[in-house]
């Protein structure tokens, strides 16, 4: 199975200012079609999890572009360039490049200062 | 509008089973694959289920192999999850997604098995 890890798993940040999130993956989620299948979702306190970026880079209908994914193969990150207060919840990468075993991140959980 | 409505949770003791529904609206349901996923109490999202747009292929995760049945009705835009021998770490929100680009969740519904 594909293992996800996230870093940090905990992030306080004063609105205005940049923030960063890690995602790896325990192996390549080049797929030979050329695709990496590495999600971004933001689940909000109550609500489902909500796309963000889908693909590594691209940011899904309706998602502000202070949000961007970048990385390749194993190592991908998701950058907030000015944090804003409805930013906040949790953050989930996920992977489907091995399916059926679809395997989400354990989460970075993103705060206000 | 695209959405995906749950429905069927509730309070269920050990040993026992439900069944959950997701209705879907919107979008050409009979053209997707669709998933389950759940989501225990202060805890991250586990992939359930998987089920393939005619059916023909079907996975589970191996927490629920044996004891949990996706089916669909494409003729009624509807998902489904057989539970059956519930336990009490099935206690979660399980949520219905749509695979593809997995951009369409439902709102959830809580199963809790205790006695």
């Known amino acids: 199975d594909i293992v996800m890890t996230q870093t940090p798993l905990s992030l306080s940040v004063t609105p205005g200012q940049p923030a960063s999130i890690s995602c790896k993956s325990s192996?390549?989620?080049?797929?030979?079609?050329?695709?990496?299948?590495l999600y971004w979702y933001l689940q909000k306190p109550g609500q489902p999890p909500q796309l963000l970026i889908y693909?590594?880079?691209n940011r899904f209908s309706g998602v502000p572009d202070r949000f961007s994914g970048s990385g390749s193969g194993t190592d991908f990150t998701l950058k907030i360039s000015r944090v804003e207060a409805e930013d906040v919840g949790v953050y989930y990468c996920?992977?489907?490049?091995?399916?059926?075993?679809?395997?989400f991140g354990p989460g970075t959980k993103v705060d206000i200062k | 509008e695209v959405q995906l409505v749950e429905s069927g949770g509730g309070l269920v003791q050990p040993g026992g089973s439900l069944r959950l529904s997701c209705a879907a609206s919107g979008f050409t349901f009979s053209s997707y694959s669709m998933n389950w996923v759940r989501q225990a109490p202060g805890k991250g999202l586990e992939w359930v289920s998987y089920?393939?747009?005619?059916?023909?292929?079907?996975y589970y995760a191996d927490s629920v192999k044996g004891r949990f049945t996706i089916s669909r009705d494409n003729a009624k835009n509807s998902l489904y999850l057989q539970m059956n021998s519930l336990r009490a770490e099935d206690t979660a929100v399980y949520y219905c997604?749509?695979?593809?680009?997995?951009?369409?969740w439902g709102q959830g519904t809580m199963v809790t098995v205790s006695s």
């Open positions: 089920i393939s747009s005619s059916s023909s292929t079907i």
């Open positions: 996920m992977q489907s490049i091995q399916l059926p075993l679809f395997t």
């Open positions: 997604a749509r695979t593809g680009y997995w951009d369409i």
């Open positions: 192996q390549s989620l080049l797929h030979s079609d050329g695709k990496t299948y």
């Open positions: 693909e590594v880079s």
